[in-house]
Every structure is written in structure tokens, then in C-alpha cells.
């Protein structure tokens, strides 16, 4: 087989052309089973070591990682304009300041997404709406109560009104990520939306004036693929960046610049004191509050990030935290 673009030989069951990073144009690829030997570093899916970009996501597998002394990587590569394949549809990613996610759906496909992303679509694409379980907490909780729903044929183009970047997360089946609220924008029908409690907040004030935050919000959202590989498009605020965690590996972030994890993935609440001479802090005594990780699994952070409600008034109880004065 090969590519329609620039000849070279491609894999039967390869969704781009290593050689040119053309997507293949034919049906639905097979699912890729995961490998241990050599698999893509983005959606792990199992490739040749020869290939020069990842047939399944086209994310750019033979150049260095870009990786800080810390241990953070950036997003992988992708030549501009790139194509993700989802079954006979194909999603391109364009701009950089404010990227669009133009998807040209074919009619056995649909994506569903929340609202406020739709940018533009062909007259022809079908769009209808998509109940949510638990109304009144989600209502509650200023979440959305329903999602919209889109079927092709058609061309149909989504963004996040404000700066960042696009993050596509390929799905493997039985793959899942969990992400904090408000990060989501597109799905397709193969991946399953679920959403959970944090169980991370904290209490200010006492007697009526108590009040209770929540640095995470009070739900985040979980999306799985079942019998067959999915796309989960995210928009982060500024820069991304992604960790891989070992067993018992810790790190602490701002509660606000998470953006999704892996299940295996675990948090907490971390408060920090700093020694100062004087008797009473007052309010001053939690100004340093952190979301604890620990490992094994990947975490992703945006370098964005808002202040919390109450984080610098005294906090009277939390949830589940460990505490370190320096």
C-alpha cells in the first residue's frame, strides 16, 4: 500500500504516512494493540521504531522529547495542518493563537461537545442534544446540563474562545483519563462521558459564615474508550505540559493548573507554613495550598492558572491533607 501524496510504502493499518504525515484516505484503521517493545509516547499506541510519526495520532515519534530539567514534557509535534483520523472522518487542528479543531465528519460518524465551542458547520450536519445524568447536582455544581450532539456528513469547526492550546488525547479501548471540569470540548461517539466527585475541598469561617471551596471544583469529568479507539479533544489556557509519574512518585501543583490524569493517578490536598518569627499568622496561616500527586501515571498541567477562593483566609477543616512547616 501506498501514500496518495508523496508514493512511499505505508502499513495496512496506518491512519497517516510516516514518511509525509499525509493521512491515509480509506475507511475506519483497525484498532492498534498497545505495545510494550515501542509504542508511541502521546497515545501509546504501538508502532515500527522506523516510523517518523505515529500513523494512529500523527504526533512526531522520532525527534527528542522536549523535556525540562524538571521532568515536564511539551505537547508532542505535529506538522501545521495536522489530520487525526476517527473512524472515516478526519479532525485538523489549525491556528496556534486560538486553534480551531475543523472536523469533516463522514455519515457514520458524530462527536458530541458542549455548546458554547461551536464556531461554524455545513448547513447539512445534524445537531441535536445529549441528556446528562444528575441534573440538579450538575446544576448545582455549574456544570452543563446537557451536551450537543453531531452527526455528518459535513464539515463543522469548534474553539474556545481565549488563548492556549488544542490537546488531542487518542483513546486506546479500555483507555481512560479523568479531567477537571470546564476543560472538555469535543468527543467522539466511541468515547464514554462520566463525571465523579473530587473529594478535595477545604472550609473557611465558622458558624454562618462557613463556607466550603472546592480547588478542583466539586466533579471532574471522565471519558473512556470501550470497543474501539476515540478522540477527546481539551483547551488548555498558555502552555501545556505532561508528566509521567512513577510508583509513589509525588509532585505539587496548583490546584487550578490540572488538567487531566490518569485514574491510577492519586490527590490531596498539601498546606504549607512558612515560619515567620511571629506568635499568629491570622489569614496569612494556609496562603500556601497545593494539590499533592502521586504515582504511577501521567498528569498534565497548563501554565495558566486562577487563584483560589479562600485559599489566603484561615481554613478551619479540609479534606484528606498532609501539612509541612518550613
Not at 58 to 86: C, H, I, Y
Not at 189 to 210: E, P
Request: overall charge neutral; hydrophobic content about 40%.
Amino acid at each position: 500500500m501506498f501514500c496518495s501524496n508523496c508514493g512511499a510504502g505505508i502499513q495496512a493499518n496506518a491512519a497517516f504516512c510516516v514518511s509525509c504525515g499525509a493521512p491515509v484516505k480509506r475507511g475506519a484503521a483497525p484498532p492498534v494493540a498497545l505495545s510494550s517493545e515501542f509504542s508511541c509516547p502521546w497515545c501509546r499506541a504501538a508502532i515500527d521504531p522506523a516510523q517518523l510519526s505515529c500513523p494512529r495520532c500523527g504526533a512526531t515519534v522520532n525527534a527528542p522529547p522536549v523535556t525540562t530539567e524538571s521532568g515536564w514534557a511539551k505537547l508532542p509535534g505535529r506538522k501545521d495542518m495536522a489530520k487525526l483520523q476517527f473512524g472515516n472522518s478526519f479532525c485538523q487542528i489549525e491556528g496556534t493563537y486560538v486553534p480551531v479543531a475543523d472536523l469533516n465528519l463522514a455519515g457514520s460518524d458524530s462527536v458530541y461537545f458542549t455548546h458554547h465551542v461551536l464556531l461554524w458547520k455545513d448547513p447539512q450536519v445534524n445537531i441535536t442534544t445529549m441528556s446528562l445524568r444528575g441534573g440538579w447536582k450538575r446544576m448545582f455544581a455549574g456544570l452543563p446540563l446537557i451536551m450537543t450532539q453531531a452527526q455528518g456528513p459535513g464539515h463543522i469547526a469548534f474553539s474556545r474562545d481565549a488563548p492556549g492550546e488544542m490537546i488531542a488525547l487518542p483513546l486506546q479501548p479500555g483507555e481512560v483519563v479523568e479531567v477537571r471540569e470546564h476543560l472538555f470540548m469535543i468527543a467522539t461517539s466511541s468515547v464514554t462521558y462520566d463525571w465523579f466527585t473530587t473529594g478535595v475541598w477545604f472550609t473557611t469561617g465558622s458558624g454562618n459564615d462557613r463556607e466550603t471551596h472546592y480547588p478542583l471544583g466539586s466533579f471532574m469529568d471522565r471519558f473512556s474508550a470501550s470497543g474501539s479507539p476515540g478522540l477527546l479533544l481539551l483547551h488548555a489556557a498558555g502552555n501545556v505540559f505532561v508528566r509521567e509519574l512513577a510508583p509513589n512518585q509525588s509532585i505539587l501543583i496548583k490546584p487550578t493548573s490540572l488538567i487531566f490524569k490518569d485514574p491510577s493517578v492519586e490527590m490531596q490536598l498539601h498546606f504549607e507554613h512558612p515560619r515567620t518569627g511571629f506568635s499568629s499568622w491570622g489569614s496569612w496561616g494556609n496562603r500556601y495550598l497545593w494539590l499533592r500527586l502521586w504515582g504511577p501515571g501521567r498528569v498534565a498541567v497548563q501554565s495558566v492558572f486562577e487563584s483560589i477562593e479562600g485559599e489566603s483566609r484561615n481554613i478551619s477543616s479540609c479534606s484528606l491533607a498532609t501539612e509541612q512547616r518550613w
